[in-house]
């Protein structure tokens, strides 16, 4: 029976996702090899990378293969991650693409089980309890969820060969919110509702109930209360995320529909947002506003999700949606690696519905 849904659940993807997109342009094969061939071009690229961790002693001085054996490429940690993610994500809804076998052939030789333990060693290691919390942590609980639902024989030994780290993260997360007293509320990759809204998706979709209600207890104590978020102050500088949309998008999880309805209303009564451009593509910390396109508007799409269907703002807010998408995919390019490393993933999360799932 699980196979079967399975299936059934990647056919209906395959034939309707792009209208997951409420504001969307079809998005075939086409576009999502275009934003695979950045995946493969990274996820075994060791350098340059960006490594930020603490030296425990003089072992830990090695080169990025050597340190996080699975996820050493793409510049950095999370973004391999999220990288592979994307190979994953390609592969099980275009099967039969030119770009499949790669990508299958790419998350074969990096999803192995001595690599995994290697990941678990570094997680784990003296020193690095805020290693990549919680953005990273999240990206990696995606890649699992779209493994293990994926009826595919490989992606079921990738997702077992990946379960080590995967507890590993649950733990870590699981030790650190009931700690964290206050949300973070930045435009980049610290932010929590950001990461949490990643996990839930995570712990509904393999069914890890006691995860999901840490996770939804925490949102609601975080946020449930928050009213008029200064929208104004946005972006900041270098965000790829909305601090106001992230959490809009959190809770839009978290609240039943009507409950949201009237907490979005007092929350955001206006959105004042115009795509954000980027001054220069050779600085990638400015490039991150080519990907807050993107996030904001997937994030707008995953609120139109759980607004009632007779909502006075649903037409300006899809208009804002579609305006905000194709700012952020006209802004991909693979000339410039400082945003080609991880804007893909971007483009194919928003594209394919993935967070309306």
Excluded at 72 to 85: E, I, K, N, P, Q
Excluded at 205 to 234: H, I, M, W
Excluded at 241 to 262: G, I, N, T
Aim: proline share 6%; with cysteine.
């Amino acid at each position: 029976m699980t196979n079967r849904i399975g299936t059934l659940a990647v056919l209906t993807a395959m034939l309707t996702y792009p209208a997951f997109s409420q504001s969307a342009q079809p998005f075939g094969e086409a576009e999502i090899g275009r934003f695979t061939k950045l995946a493969l071009d990274c996820v075994a690229k060791e350098y340059p990378n960006k490594i930020a961790h603490s030296l425990n002693s003089a072992a830990d001085v090695q080169p990025p293969h050597l340190l996080t054996p699975a996820f050493y490429g793409c510049f950095d940690w999370h973004s391999s991650v999220h990288g592979h993610w994307l190979l994953a994500r390609a592969a099980r809804l275009h099967p039969a693409a030119p770009f499949a076998a790669d990508a299958r052939h790419a998350l074969a030789k990096s999803l192995t089980a001595s690599n995994i333990a290697g990941e678990v060693r570094y997680l784990t290691a003296e020193g690095r309890t805020s290693f990549e919390r919680p953005y990273g942590l999240a990206w990696l609980l995606q890649l699992s969820a779209e493994l293990k639902e994926w009826d595919d024989p490989d992606a079921r030994g990738w997702a077992q060969a990946l379960r080590p780290v995967e507890s590993a993260v649950i733990a870590r997360v699981s030790s650190w919110l009931p700690k964290l007293e206050h949300p973070i509320r930045t435009g980049e990759h610290n932010n929590t509702a950001f990461g949490m809204g990643l996990m839930l998706d995570f712990a509904r979709a393999t069914g890890n109930s006691d995860f999901q209600n840490l996770l939804q207890a925490r949102a609601r104590d975080y946020y449930a209360k928050d009213r008029r978020c200064p929208v104004d102050y946005e972006p900041s500088g270098e965000d790829f995320l909305s601090p106001c949309l992230a959490e809009a998008d959190l809770m839009r999880r978290v609240l039943a529909p009507k409950d949201f309805a009237a907490w979005f209303a007092d929350f955001l009564p206006e959105i004042p947002f115009q795509p954000t451009r980027v001054a220069d593509v050779t600085d990638g910390k400015l490039y991150h506003l080519a990907g807050l396109n993107l996030s904001r508007a997937w994030m707008l799409e995953g609120v139109l999700s759980a607004l009632p269907k007779d909502s006075p703002r649903r037409g300006r807010l899809t208009d804002l949606a579609a305006t905000l998408r194709q700012a952020g995919l006209a802004a991909i390019t693979a000339d410039h690696y400082e945003g080609g490393h991880w804007l893909g993933s971007f483009a194919v999360y928003m594209a394919t519905g993935r967070g309306l799932q």
